[in-house]
């Protein structure tokens, strides 16, 4: 029974998947994420996996895909809403929860892991000598991106659902991006003038990605710094799922 | 609605041409192992020179060469030597001009400085520093290290020559033409299964936005495993 469930909120999340990685706009995003990925690990002379996994989706990467997000989760979902196909999918035989999850599988995981993953693979490929030594430490340092971005994700599906229009979830989630943005960079501004250690640690703590590099380079970090963004992304995740079982109410 | 195949053969399709630009913009702008500079500096009174090498991107040796000085100290740090050299509480200098780069196709920051400095603060700086018995210097930096060389010239206005070279230890990359290869190939094989499933859909009703598309049976699903 449960097998059954499963099986069809993965046929569910397959169905919703050919929306979000419909090309032209997906095929554009993977090309561009993939390509200047390996770009910047072709011209840099990397020496470790942390730093690869870092130089290919640092700079150009993370924000790619957030946009990527902004655009097809946060929009697609509120277009699913607004179109009725939302209402169509919570009447077929599963839960809200089961609904909500596999939305959360189409729109936000397949597309981060992938995203991500791409320029990983193409990096790997073009230099191989960096990733060898240390497969397992490009791999954590993958996932720790996938966790990054899968919190904007997250949170902008709710955004999305709460707010049930296309225009308006898409901008919201943009804000909720350059706030999040603009916030560590005050912070990171701050902990240098004011000369706070805790300011400081606060805003490496917001780019997840850094602090699990750190961490994997064998660098010290506080034992809270880990855990900022995963917690974040647990709460908009709860938020999410409780939203889409209690108060989701079709426009 | 997207089938595997279709989906895969996009997905190799877009890697192999990102591979392949990869490998060429590689070809055009990748990084060398060794890179260097030299130079002479002219010190005037109360001057003495700094050599900085930052290992920023990339572990490797470093080698420094300075013909006409009456004495040569070095210290190996931890970050940016500029940084450390600016700041006075930790060795009590003003840096004068500075000609710094960094060498993006071998990953380090080499520099020269002239560094203003008075009897008192650099007597007490050199104490904290060590002292090379020759007028060559070489040793191993790891990634993120520096290195900070502080040369007395025997004369003020008598110029210094110095040669400073660093042989990075990059990782080992695929040669820009069997990454080009290699991408060639991937994206023959997703251009291939792209076009396989093509065929195979040929016909076949198209993905529609409408409601009723998205009814799981319409899309090959048996309805009785929805029941």
């Known amino acids: 029974m449960a097998r059954g469930r499963l099986s069809r909120a993965l046929q569910l ?145 709710l955004i999305a659902v709460a707010s049930k229009s296309p225009g308006t979830s898409s901008a919201g989630s943009l804000a909720f991006f350059m706030l999040y943005s603009g916030l560590y960079v005050i912070l990171s501004i701050a902990a240098v003038s004011l000369g706070s250690a805790t300011l400081r640690r606060l805003a490496e703590a917001m780019l997840f990605y850094r602090v699990t590099g750190d961490m994997l380079s064998g660098l010290s970090v506080e034992w809270w710094q880990p855990l900022l963004v995963p917690g ?17 109410e079709p426009p | 609605m997207t089938s595997a195949g279709g989906l895969a053969g996009r997905i190799l399709l877009v890697l192999g041409v990102s591979i392949f630009v990869a ?19 002219v010190p005037g009174r109360g001057e003495v020179v700094g050599l900085l090498v930052w290992a920023q991107s990339a572990p490797g040796n470093v080698s420094v060469e300075v013909k006409g000085a009456a004495g040569v100290y070095y210290a190996k740090l931890r970050g940016d030597p500029l940084s450390y050299l600016s700041n006075a509480t930790s060795f009590g200098v003003r840096v004068g001009e500075v000609e710094a780069r960094r060498d993006v196709r071998g990953g380090v920051f080499l ?61 080992e990359r695929l040669p820009p033409i069997d990454a080009g290869l290699e991408g060639v190939a991937l994206a023959a094989v997703g251009a291939a299964l792209l076009w396989r499933s093509k065929i195979k859909t040929r016909g076949a009703p198209q993905p529609s936005r409408r409601v009723e598309s998205r009814c799981p049976w319409r899309l090959g699903a048996s309805r009785s495993s929805w029941r």
């Open chain 1, 13 to 157: 999340a397959w169905l919703d998947s050919s929306d979000t990685l419909r090309p032209p706009g997906f095929d554009v995003m993977l090309l561009i994420v993939s390509a200047v990925g390996g770009a910047l690990a072709a011209v840099q002379p990397l020496s470790d996996p942390v730093g690869a996994a870092n130089a290919v989706l640092d700079p150009v990467g993370v924000f790619a895909v957030s946009l990527y997000l902004a655009m097809r989760v946060s929009s697609g979902v509120a277009l699913l809403a607004s179109t009725g196909l939302l209402q169509l999918y919570l009447a077929y035989p599963l839960s809200r929860l089961e609904v909500a999850g596999a939305l959360l599988a189409s729109r936000v995981l397949v597309p981060v892991a992938t995203l991500a993953g791409a320029p990983l693979l193409v990096a790997a490929l073009v230099v191989p000598g960096a990733v060898s030594g240390g497969l397992g430490l490009y791999v954590a340092q993958y996932l720790a991106y996938v966790v990054y971005l899968s919190f904007f994700g997250v949170t902008f599906a």
């Open chain 2, 111 to 171: 520099a020269s400085a002239k560094l203003k400095v008075d009897l008192f603060t650099l007597n007490f700086a050199l104490k904290r520093l060590n002292k090379t018995t020759g007028d060559t210097l070489s040793m191993s930096l790891r990634l993120g290290e520096s290195l900070v060389v502080v040369v007395l010239p025997a004369q003020p206005g008598e110029p210094l020559t110095y040669r400073l070279s660093f042989h990075s230890r990059i990782a």
């Open chain 1, 232 to 248: 974040l992304l647990a709460v908009s995740l709860a938020a999410y799922l409780a939203y889409m079982w209690r108060r989701f």
């Open chain 2, 23 to 41: 490998s060429i913009v590689g070809a055009l702008v990748g990084p060398k192992p060794a890179v260097g500079e030299e130079g002479t500096l």
